[in-house]
């Protein structure tokens, strides 16, 4: 089994690795010059355009920037924003904290109801309530994410008053201790809702369908023929045999969790590192994307690999099968 982790360790360093030259290749692929941005809207003199150019190493042959690009990675060091003139790497990092404060608890949430609803719908299988539950988890995987937000927008912060629309806290009331937790989750509540009803739909689906599957097979036969409860059956059988997808799924919402929030933060204002990237998408702010895209890469190669290992945990034969080939 540790041979077995070792591996996957490796892969997901090589996998890092290659995707940090990727992504360093596309950023710099991309139509338009950064030193338009940097210089503004004003005519320079060339020489300050080249004194600009040399600067920030951009007069260098692409393989050079390359190779310094990851000499310095290799160090910790991302470089520095062409915009802000702030290190990348805590830059990111800051940005990256208040994302993952809106997508953790919004993903736990929506990943806990969705299996309850996934067992519930397995339970009453073709019935009523089945096509209820299926038909609400396929209209929240449908709505867009950024029309369902300017819709909550309107209805709550425009017409009602409700809670605001924008932000991650109140600038002219920022407050302290309770006050400032309170203003939180009124900022919290309108972009995590809209999280968790599309992950929760994504969770609920692939959920019912694996149960549902399991439902038919022999061992479920078995456990009610030995007397179990249906609840017993459900609870530790069929949700506990089915759950190989779930975890799939659940780990590759929580992979993407860095920039799965893009278009909600957007449409919220709220200052994560979806709101970065489309400043540094419209700046051509290279370090900045590189970063972003090498913090998106560790963070979904992290959650394979976590998957991976909660495969292990919860079906023996993945154990046994690792245990084999190490």
Same mark, same amino acid.
């Given at each position: 089994?540790?041979?077995?982790?070792?591996?996957?360790?490796?892969?997901?360093?090589?996998? /890092?690795?290659?995707?940090?030259?990727?992504?360093?290749?596309?950023?710099?692929?991309l139509?338009? #010059?950064?030193? =338009?941005?940097? /210089? @503004?809207?004003?005519? $320079?003199?060339?020489?300050? /355009?080249?004194?600009?150019?040399?600067?920030?190493?951009?007069?260098?042959?692409?393989?050079?920037?390359?190779?310094?690009?990851?000499?310095?990675?290799?160090?910790? #060091?991302?470089?520095?924003?062409?915009?802000?003139?702030?290190?990348?790497?805590?830059?990111?990092?800051?940005?990256?904290?208040?994302?993952?404060?809106?997508?953790?608890?919004?993903?736990?949430?929506?990943?806990?109801?969705?299996?309850?609803m996934?067992?519930?719908?397995?339970?009453?299988?073709?019935?009523?309530?089945?096509?209820?539950?299926?038909?609400?988890?396929?209209? @929240?995987?449908?709505?867009?994410?950024?029309?369902?937000?300017?819709?909550?927008?309107?209805?709550?912060?425009?017409?009602?008053?409700?809670?605001?629309?924008?932000?991650i806290?109140?600038?002219?009331?920022?407050?302290?201790?309770?006050?400032?937790?309170?203003?939180?989750?009124?900022?919290?509540?309108l972009?995590?809702f809209?999280?968790?009803?599309?992950?929760?739909?994504?969770?609920?689906?692939?959920?019912?369908?694996?149960?549902?599957?399991?439902?038919?097979?022999?061992?479920?036969?078995t %456990?009610?023929?030995?007397?179990?409860?249906?609840?017993? /059956?459900?609870?530790?059988?069929?949700?506990?045999? @089915?759950?190989?997808?779930?975890?799939?799924?659940? @780990?590759?919402?929580?992979?993407?969790?860095?920039?799965?929030?893009?278009?909600?933060?957007?449409?919220?204002?709220?200052?994560?590192?979806?709101?970065?990237?489309?400043?540094?998408?419209?700046?051509?702010?290279?370090?900045?994307?590189?970063?972003?895209?090498?913090? %998106?890469?560790?963070?979904?190669v992290?959650? #394979?690999?976590?998957? =991976?290992?909660?495969?292990? $945990?919860v079906?023996?034969?993945?154990?046994?099968? %690792?245990?084999?080939?190490?």
């Amino acid at each position: 089994m540790a041979r077995y982790i070792g591996a996957r360790l490796t892969w997901a360093a090589a996998m /890092v690795l290659g995707i940090a030259i990727v992504a360093f290749l596309i950023t710099h692929l991309l139509p338009g #010059n950064p030193v =338009d941005a940097l /210089v @503004g809207d004003f005519p $320079a003199p060339p020489e300050y /355009v080249s004194k600009v150019r040399h600067l920030f190493g951009l007069d260098q042959p692409l393989p050079v920037q390359l190779w310094l690009y990851l000499v310095n990675m290799a160090r910790g #060091n991302l470089g520095f924003s062409f915009l802000s003139r702030q290190p990348v790497l805590s830059l990111v990092l800051a940005r990256a904290g208040t994302t993952l404060l809106l997508m953790v608890p919004s993903l736990i949430l929506a990943s806990l109801i969705g299996v309850a609803m996934a067992v519930r719908a397995a339970a009453s299988h073709g019935r009523m309530l089945d096509s209820a539950l299926t038909a609400v988890s396929l209209i @929240g995987y449908s709505i867009p994410v950024f029309w369902l937000g300017q819709i909550l927008v309107v209805i709550f912060a425009v017409n009602l008053g409700w809670l605001p629309a924008e932000g991650i806290r109140s600038l002219r009331e920022p407050g302290s201790g309770i006050g400032a937790v309170l203003d939180f989750l009124r900022h919290f509540a309108l972009p995590a809702f809209c999280i968790t009803v599309y992950y929760l739909a994504v969770v609920a689906r692939v959920a019912r369908s694996s149960m549902v599957e399991m439902l038919h097979q022999d061992f479920v036969l078995t %456990a009610r023929a030995k007397g179990l409860s249906e609840r017993a /059956v459900l609870w530790r059988h069929v949700l506990r045999n @089915g759950l190989i997808p779930v975890i799939t799924v659940i @780990g590759y919402n929580f992979g993407y969790s860095l920039t799965g929030a893009i278009l909600t933060e957007t449409v919220f204002a709220w200052p994560g590192l979806g709101e970065l990237f489309v400043t540094a998408i419209a700046n051509r702010d290279y370090p900045v994307l590189s970063g972003i895209f090498l913090l %998106a890469a560790i963070a979904v190669v992290l959650a #394979n690999l976590a998957t =991976d290992l909660l495969y292990a $945990a919860v079906d023996p034969r993945v154990r046994i099968a %690792a245990g084999g080939r190490a």
